[in-house]
Each structure stands twice: as structure tokens, then as C-alpha cells.
């Protein structure tokens, strides 16, 4: 069954970078653009950032753009979101979220990661 | 950016009653390009809708969805236990991907 796992979340402040990571099973991971969208404590989704299946595709909502990259490894079935100069309001738990391609509707979800940024 | 609201934020409904969602949006949207999620509490959400009418595997005909241009409708006809969450649509067309702010169906 397809399965998407993120990792890498924690406690960071503010200022500082995290490494989230996405590993996918059950399916094609080459085949399949991936996103990442997060969601506040208490609060709705927001998309952050999306990568085409084969790496060279990607964009960013304004939110993150300059300070996150999305990147994968299709020999490792793996995404990634690298997060730098974190500032409070990147608290969210972040979901890994598998697309047929980058203008598909979002079919399978990841369970989450919790970033939390505080001094 | 194309902005998603839905409407009503809460919808107070018993079991077996009929749910009606909107989700209006700033600009025309391709319906090819409109979904909806269902998320429970302390879950990941979940693909109900997809281009605006074609229900996502294994969700029950009980849910439906319409609408075309800028107004969007998910109904559920008959509310059973377990579709009591929070229903978030989303247009997928046109970078940033958008969700609506959600509504969310609680018990009566």
C-alpha cells in the first residue's frame, strides 16, 4: 500500500535550519510530483512547496521562498524540505503529500512531522 | 493568488441529516482543478473530491461534489458517525496551490 513517512521534525529556534525528510513505499516514487504542506497548531492547510517527478520542477509560496528547498532522491524513494532562518511562525506539522503531476489533486498524505520554532 | 472561501466555518448537524459545503472562489477555476479533503482530528487529511465531481477511491457515494467557474459544492446526503471532521476545498490549477479555510461538520 503506498505509504509516505516524514521525519526530522523538532524543537529548533528561531534563526536556525532543519532537514525534514519524506520516504515513500508501495509506489512509483519517480513517477509521482510530491508537496509539502504544512498546518499551524489550531489552524488550516497551507501548500509550501512541490517538486516535480523528476527534480526539475519545483515552486515555492511566498511564505518560504529563499529560505526552504525542496529536493529529491528518486534512487532513495526520498523527499526532503530543507529549512533555514526558521522563525516562529514555520510552527506547523508539515505532511508530504503525493501528486499524479504537479497540477494533480493531492491523493495520498503522509502522517505529519511537528516543527516547532522557539527560544 | 486564487483565494478559496468557504462557507458556512461551522455546520451543526445530526447523524443521517444532509450536509451542503461551499467553496467560492476569487477567480474562475478550471473544475478539473478542484478537490476536497476530509481531516479528523490529529490525522493527516484525506482526498474525498477530485476535479470537482469524481469521488477518490473508496469514498462512499454518500459524498458528492459540484459546481463549476468560481462556486463549488460538497454534500454529503446522509451524515453517518464517522463524517463528523473539518473539510477543507483546494484548487490545484495555478501556483500557489490554495486551500479554503475549512468548514467544519460537528454533531448537534
Known amino acids: 500500500q503506498v505509504q509516505l513517512v516524514e521525519s526530522g521534525g523538532g524543537v529548533v529556534q528561531p534563526g536556525r535550519s532543519l532537514r525534514l525528510s519524506c520516504t515513500a513505499s508501495?509506489?512509483?516514487?519517480?513517477?509521482?510530483?510530491i508537496h509539502w504542506v504544512r498546518q499551524a497548531p489550531g489552524k488550516g492547510l497551507e501548500w509550501v512547496a512541490v517538486i516535480s517527478y523528476d527534480g526539475t520542477i519545483n515552486y515555492y509560496a511566498d511564505s518560504v521562498k529563499g529560505r526552504f528547498t525542496i529536493s529529491r532522491d528518486n534512487s532513495k524513494n526520498a523527499l526532503f524540505l530543507q529549512m533555514n532562518s526558521l522563525r516562529a511562525d514555520d510552527t506547523a506539522v508539515y505532511y508530504c503529500a503525493r501528486a499524479g503531476t504537479v497540477w494533480s489533486h493531492f491523493d495520498y498524505w503522509g502522517q505529519g512531522t511537528l516543527v516547532t520554532v522557539s527560544s | 493568488e486564487i483565494v478559496l472561501t468557504q462557507s458556512p466555518g461551522t455546520l451543526s448537524l445530526s447523524p443521517g441529516e444532509r450536509a451542503t459545503l461551499s467553496c467560492r472562489a476569487s477567480?474562475?477555476?478550471?473544475?478539473?482543478?478542484l478537490a476536497w479533503y476530509q481531516q479528523k482530528p490529529g490525522q493527516a487529511p484525506r482526498l474525498l473530491i477530485y476535479a470537482a465531481s469524481s469521488r477518490a477511491t473508496g469514498i462512499p457515494d454518500r459524498f458528492s461534489g459540484s459546481g463549476s467557474g468560481t462556486d463549488f459544492t460538497l454534500t454529503i446526503s446522509r451524515l453517518e458517525p464517522e463524517d463528523f471532521a473539518v473539510y477543507y476545498c483546494?484548487?490545484?490549477?495555478?501556483?500557489?496551490?490554495?486551500f479554503g479555510q475549512g468548514t467544519k461538520v460537528e454533531i448537534k
Open positions: 483546494q484548487q490545484y490549477g495555478s501556483s500557489p496551490w490554495t
Open positions: 508501495g509506489f512509483t516514487f519517480k513517477s509521482y510530483a
Open positions: 477567480q474562475s477555476i478550471s473544475s478539473t482543478y
